[in-house]
Nanobody, 130 residues
Framework: QVQLVESGGGSVQAGGSLRLSCAAS????????IGWFRQTPGKEREGVAA????????HYADSVKGRFTISQDSAERTVYLQMSSLKPEDTATYYC???????????????????????WGQGTQVTVSS
């Protein structure tokens, strides 16, 4: 069963915006942290943003704070990544991923470390041209 499906990637000029979507199965949504990661060839996967779906508590990497916004639609079991003021260095394949949070509460914060995440989507390409 496919757990996570990304969509919304594409090509945009610097300064533009894109919104990525991550549609999750029930198992990968409820009580999970869902995060967005990005990777370029030859580089390690970088955590961008994550949200704890039980409380909609979000966490961002410094490199995207103020430009990217992560949000969720629980009725659709979908997590979004709104990307604005895009830069050429944002070019990458973007993945969404999930892990279940045991004993979570309103203060729980998601990790942005890839090896914590248990389930991954197939990725979607984002290309930002200068």
């Amino acid at each position: 069963q496919v757990q996570l499906v990304e969509s919304g990637g594409g090509s945009v000029q610097a300064g533009g915006s894109l919104r990525l979507s991550c549609a999750a199965s029930p198992y990968s949504y409820s009580g999970n942290c869902i995060g967005w990661f990005r990777q370029t060839p030859g580089k390690e996967r970088e955590g961008v943003a994550a949200i704890y779906t039980a409380y909609a508590r979000s966490h961002y990497a410094d490199s995207v704070k103020g430009r990217f916004t992560i949000s969720q639609d629980s009725a659709e079991r979908t997590v979004y990544l709104q990307m604005s003021s895009l830069k050429p260095e944002d070019t990458a394949t973007y993945y969404c991923a999930a892990y279940y949070v045991y004993d979570g509460n309103s203060r729980s914060e998601c990790y942005l470390i890839s090896n914590v995440y248990e389930r991954w989507g197939q990725g979607t390409q984002v290309t930002v041209s200068s």
